[in-house]
């Protein structure tokens, strides 16, 4: 149509101009338009006043104004010395409406229509509709959604513009009813099926959506599957084809796959061959994969990584190493050369930092161990990638080291980061029989203006406590990494109406500040210094030794203490480690000068162990224990306030918040703190059953056992305390949810209990 109305309208053109002279043009006339300025006409017009106009200019002009897309036809023709340019212009889309759309938002569908060209104010091409459509089906087709049908109404509008209007039946889900193997038969099909993400309905799965069918899942559990084979000694396994089907009704989907298992390899021989810029012997040791063991991909993938890994700490950041197999059929072995490739020493150019929108660059920078200038170092960016990671600042931390045009031995070292919130609010509750309803909320930013520091301010409260705190930190108060904070905060106690615990008030409000000093990678020490002002309230019910604590010391006393710390923390992550061990200790003592003198230690310990080699991937088992100690200096007794208590979150979980440990001569019923402590935990991490690779949910299993003891009593494991339970976690669209479940286990007849808490935290 387009060409056609060009080729009559330079017919009328030529057949005007023929055997007549070229024209000047002294003026131009439009002539048609309704929406588009004729600045825009002109704009794009060959011709302006002053030229000369022939056959082939015209022809030039027309097509000029064709290929604008704004007119569905363009003529020219020459009225004295006027140019007259006479023009259709194509409708334009005024609105556009969706109707029917709930799986998928509106603002989404009409994104995904701007890419096929259909978008309010565009000029409307009849030709794009069946295009709109075919990218809204699309649309519905990843998610699942088969039998959606579009369709479209144009209605013309005033002043050449139409309303486009798209009704959508969104239909039912397709859902996956059946997974088939053929071919098995190293491993039940069981076994493989638990392997994928993709799974028939499941009670979980109108969460994680993953019975819907998705061409990139697929792809991705079929891959898991040939390394499950291949990491067990079926160097041949195959995955000859795969076949998904849909009913006729579009609603159900059957995926079938055919294997080709092949036999089982073990390995002969594993040799060395190449150059070696780094002692044979010292690469050697880094290959995992042995003879006389099966054959596994992975630990050959391992072994390769390993040792490129080491060349790469001297340099050799383009090292090639390559496992090359000879199998031998007949007797189902293969034996390895792994073949090295050092290739040029390289050192790094420039390191850039892309994607920190509010994090400052030299919050980054700080944590970076590769130097600028310096031989690359695979273990220096993996480390300095690892402290990028523990900030908490990011939720994706991408490395690559592109080499440098031009150059054969330099690099670039480039990190792309994507941020997270690091704000939150967090809320809290819990309940007990005794303390009823908990609350408490926190506002915290933990990256405040991008520079690192973190602020908090928090307010905890109950029947037994309330506290307000505010607390700021600087972790690099120095260059060297020094970190400084500072923190205030007025807490009150009455524990009069906690049933169990000895009834005394206090009201505190102290203030501290405190630093941080690195010893290496993983080692830091603290020091500390602080202030406290203390007002103490006993009642007739107190406990003894809280009324003769106040007769002697009065029931006002100011305090000023030290702190001291030390800490080692090898963990894989701060938020949710899953390997590694922490280990802190800590003192803080009562100093000269003021009311009371005291020293109170704390020794914390975790744990972890990934559960992976015993077959049970994404496991972790986390063992923590905790022993805190106390007592008066110069003479003077231990201040009760400063004892140890026992039972609650935190500590042996069953029992209710404080109320473990000695009691009070005069009455048993009460609880009064010790200056011992001793507390462990083991807990099973594991995935949400259903929830396949899906990280927001999650379960443990624990065992807490513990108690606090009084200067004399003896800590052995009757007189400890223990429960067993069930914990759930799940970073939900409004924040972390944690519920737990514990039952007291050889509970005796004065303890007070609780099973049931819950926190709830909101991320801004």
Same mark, same amino acid.
């Given at each position: 149509?387009?060409?056609?109305?060009?080729?009559?309208?330079?017919?009328?053109?030529?057949?005007?101009?023929?055997?007549? %002279?070229?024209?000047?043009?002294?003026?131009?006339?439009?002539?048609?338009?309704?929406?588009?300025?004729?600045?825009?006409?002109?704009?794009?017009?060959?011709?302006?006043?002053?030229?000369?106009?022939?056959?082939?200019?015209? +022809?030039?002009?027309?097509?000029?104004?064709?290929?604008?897309?704004?007119?569905?036809?363009?003529?020219?023709?020459?009225?004295?010395?006027?140019?007259?340019?006479?023009?259709?212009?194509? =409708?334009?889309?005024?609105?556009?409406?969706?109707?029917?759309?709930?799986?998928?938002?509106?603002?989404?569908?009409?994104?995904?229509?701007?890419?096929?060209?259909?978008?309010?104010?565009?000029? &409307?091409?009849?030709?794009?509709?069946?295009?709109?459509?075919?990218?809204?089906?699309?649309?519905?087709?990843?998610?699942?959604?088969?039998?959606?049908?579009?369709?479209?109404?144009?209605?013309?509008?005033?002043?050449?513009?139409? +309303?486009?209007?798209?009704?959508?039946? %969104?239909?039912?889900?397709?859902?996956?009813?059946?997974?088939?193997?053929?071919?098995?038969?190293?491993?039940?099909?069981?076994?493989?099926?638990?392997?994928?993400?993709?799974?028939?309905?499941?009670?979980?799965?109108?969460?994680?959506?993953?019975?819907?069918?998705?061409?990139?899942?697929?792809?991705?559990?079929?891959?898991?599957?040939?390394?499950?084979?291949?990491?067990?000694?079926?160097?041949?396994?195959?995955?000859?084809?795969?076949?998904?089907?849909?009913?006729?009704?579009?609603?159900?989907?059957?995926?079938? /796959?055919?294997?080709?298992?092949?036999?089982? &390899?073990?390995?002969?021989?594993?040799?060395?061959?190449?150059?070696?810029?780094? =002692?044979?012997? *010292?690469?050697?040791?880094?290959?995992?994969?042995?003879?006389? %063991?099966?054959?596994?991909? *992975?630990?050959?993938?391992?072994?390769?990584?390993?040792?490129?890994?080491?060349?790469?700490?001297?340099?050799?950041?383009? /090292?090639?190493?390559?496992?090359?197999?000879?199998?031998?059929?007949?007797?189902?072995?293969?034996?390895?050369?792994?073949?090295?490739?050092?290739?040029?020493?390289?050192?790094?150019?420039?390191?850039?930092?892309?994607?920190?929108?509010?994090?400052?660059? %030299?919050?980054?920078?700080?944590?970076?161990?590769?130097?600028?200038? +310096?031989?690359?170092?695979?273990?220096?960016?993996?480390?300095?990638?690892?402290?990028?990671?523990?900030?908490?600042?990011?939720? *994706?931390?991408?490395?690559?080291? =592109?080499?440098?045009?031009?150059?054969?031995?330099?690099?670039?070292?480039?990190?792309?980061?994507? *941020?997270?919130?690091?704000?939150?609010?967090?809320?809290? +509750?819990?309940?007990?029989?005794?303390?009823?309803?908990?609350?408490?909320?926190?506002?915290?930013?933990?990256?405040?203006?991008?520079?690192?520091?973190?602020?908090?301010? /928090?307010?905890?409260?109950?029947?037994?406590?309330?506290?307000?705190?505010?607390?700021?930190?600087?972790?690099?108060?120095?260059?060297?990494?020094?970190?400084?904070?500072?923190?205030?905060?007025?807490?009150?106690?009455?524990?009069?109406?906690?049933?169990?615990?000895?009834?005394?008030?206090?009201?505190?409000?102290?203030?501290?500040?405190?630093?941080?000093?690195?010893?290496?990678?993983?080692?830091?020490?603290?020091?500390?210094?602080?202030?406290?002002?203390?007002?103490?309230?006993?009642?007739?019910?107190?406990?003894?030794?809280?009324?003769?604590?106040?007769?002697?010391?009065?029931?006002?006393?100011?305090?000023?203490?030290?702190?001291?710390?030390?800490?080692?923390?090898?963990?894989?992550?701060?938020?949710?480690?899953?390997?590694?061990?922490?280990?802190?200790?800590?003192?803080?003592?009562?100093?000269?000068?003021?009311?009371?003198?005291?020293?109170?230690?704390?020794?914390?310990?975790?744990?972890?162990?990934?559960?992976?080699?015993?077959?049970?991937?994404?496991?972790?088992?986390?063992?923590?224990?905790?022993?805190?100690?106390?007592?008066?200096?110069?003479?003077?007794?231990?201040?009760?306030?400063?004892?140890?208590?026992?039972?609650?979150?935190?500590?042996?979980?069953?029992?209710?918040?404080?109320?473990?440990?000695?009691?009070?001569?005069?009455?048993?019923?009460?609880?009064?703190?010790?200056?011992?402590?001793?507390?462990?935990?083991?807990?099973?991490?594991?995935?949400?059953?259903?929830?396949?690779?899906?990280?927001?949910?999650?379960?443990?299993?624990?065992?807490?056992?513990?108690?606090?003891?009084?200067?004399?009593?003896?800590?052995?494991?009757?007189?400890?305390?223990?429960?067993?339970?069930?914990?759930?976690?799940?970073?939900?669209?409004?924040?972390?949810?944690?519920?737990?479940?514990?039952?007291?286990?050889?509970?005796?007849?004065?303890?007070?209990?609780?099973?049931?808490?819950?926190?709830?935290?909101?991320?801004?």
């Amino acid at each position: 149509m387009r060409l056609r109305a060009l080729a009559v309208s330079l017919a009328l053109v030529i057949g005007a101009a023929r055997g007549a %002279e070229p024209v000047t043009v002294k003026d131009i006339r439009i002539e048609g338009i309704q929406r588009t300025e004729a600045g825009t006409v002109f704009n794009y017009l060959p011709l302006k006043v002053g030229d000369t106009i022939d056959d082939d200019k015209a +022809a030039g002009a027309i097509r000029a104004l064709f290929a604008t897309g704004f007119f569905s036809d363009v003529k020219v023709s020459i009225e004295g010395d006027v140019l007259v340019v006479s023009v259709q212009e194509r =409708p334009a889309i005024f609105t556009i409406d969706i109707n029917g759309a709930k799986d998928i938002t509106k603002d989404s569908l009409k994104d995904a229509l701007k890419t096929v060209g259909i978008a309010e104010s565009r000029i &409307y091409d009849k030709s794009l509709i069946d295009r709109a459509e075919k990218e809204l089906k699309r649309q519905y087709l990843g998610r699942g959604r088969y039998n959606a049908q579009i369709t479209t109404t144009v209605k013309p509008l005033e002043r050449n513009r139409v +309303a486009l209007t798209f009704d959508i039946d %969104e239909g039912e889900v397709a859902r996956i009813q059946e997974i088939r193997f053929n071919g098995t038969k190293a491993f039940p099909e069981s076994d493989l099926l638990d392997l994928m993400v993709l799974s028939t309905p499941g009670w979980f799965t109108w969460y994680n959506k993953n019975d819907q069918y998705s061409k990139q899942k697929l792809s991705s559990d079929l891959e898991t599957i040939r390394s499950y084979y291949q990491n067990r000694g079926y160097l041949e396994f195959n995955i000859d084809s795969t076949q998904v089907s849909i009913t006729p009704e579009r609603d159900a989907i059957f995926i079938t /796959a055919n294997l080709t298992e092949g036999q089982r &390899y073990t390995v002969s021989e594993v040799t060395m061959a190449g150059s070696f810029p780094v =002692p044979q012997d *010292e690469l050697q040791r880094l290959i995992t994969l042995k003879p006389g %063991e099966a054959f596994s991909r *992975e630990r050959v993938t391992e072994s390769t990584k390993k040792i490129s890994d080491r060349l790469a700490n001297e340099g050799y950041s383009f /090292a090639n190493v390559n496992a090359e197999p000879v199998i031998d059929k007949e007797h189902a072995t293969a034996a390895f050369t792994f073949t090295v490739d050092p290739g040029r020493r390289v050192y790094v150019r420039r390191i850039n930092i892309t994607g920190n929108a509010k994090t400052r660059d %030299e919050v980054i920078r700080r944590e970076i161990r590769q130097l600028e200038g +310096a031989w690359y170092s695979t273990e220096k960016v993996n480390r300095s990638k690892t402290r990028l990671e523990r900030l908490g600042f990011f939720s *994706e931390i991408n490395v690559e080291t =592109p080499a440098v045009p031009g150059t054969t031995d330099q690099v670039d070292v480039n990190f792309t980061v994507t *941020e997270r919130s690091t704000g939150s609010i967090q809320l809290g +509750a819990g309940y007990s029989t005794s303390e009823k309803l908990i609350l408490s909320t926190s506002v915290s930013q933990n990256n405040i203006f991008g520079t690192g520091n973190s602020l908090t301010v /928090a307010l905890n409260t109950g029947s037994l406590s309330r506290t307000i705190s505010v607390s700021y930190f600087n972790p690099y108060y120095t260059e060297e990494g020094i970190g400084r904070g500072f923190s205030v905060y007025d807490r009150k106690v009455d524990t009069s109406s906690l049933t169990g615990v000895a009834p005394y008030s206090s009201e505190s409000l102290g203030a501290d500040i405190n630093f941080s000093v690195p010893l290496s990678e993983t080692d830091a020490v603290g020091f500390g210094a602080g202030a406290e002002h203390t007002k103490l309230g006993v009642f007739t019910t107190s406990a003894l030794r809280y009324l003769d604590f106040v007769n002697r010391f009065g029931d006002v006393t100011n305090t000023l203490k030290a702190t001291a710390s030390f800490s080692r923390d090898s963990r894989d992550s701060v938020l949710f480690p899953t390997s590694g061990l922490l280990q802190q200790y800590s003192v803080e003592t009562g100093l000269p000068g003021g009311d009371l003198r005291y020293y109170r230690a704390d020794v914390h310990g975790q744990y972890l162990l990934p559960l992976s080699a015993v077959l049970l991937p994404r496991v972790s088992l986390s063992l923590n224990g905790e022993y805190g100690f106390a007592n008066g200096l110069g003479g003077q007794p231990l201040p009760f306030f400063k004892n140890f208590f026992g039972g609650g979150v935190g500590s042996v979980r069953g029992y209710t918040t404080n109320t473990l440990g000695p009691r009070d001569p005069n009455n048993n019923a009460i609880a009064i703190g010790g200056n011992h402590l001793l507390v462990t935990n083991a807990e099973l991490l594991f995935p949400f059953p259903g929830s396949k690779t899906d990280k927001t949910l999650r379960l443990s299993l624990f065992t807490d056992a513990g108690n606090v003891f009084g200067s004399g009593d003896p800590i052995t494991l009757n007189n400890l305390r223990y429960s067993a339970g069930t914990a759930l976690t799940w970073y939900s669209p409004v924040g972390p949810l944690k519920l737990s479940y514990a039952v007291p286990i050889r509970k005796q007849p004065l303890d007070n209990i609780e099973r049931l808490q819950f926190t709830l935290g909101q991320t801004f």
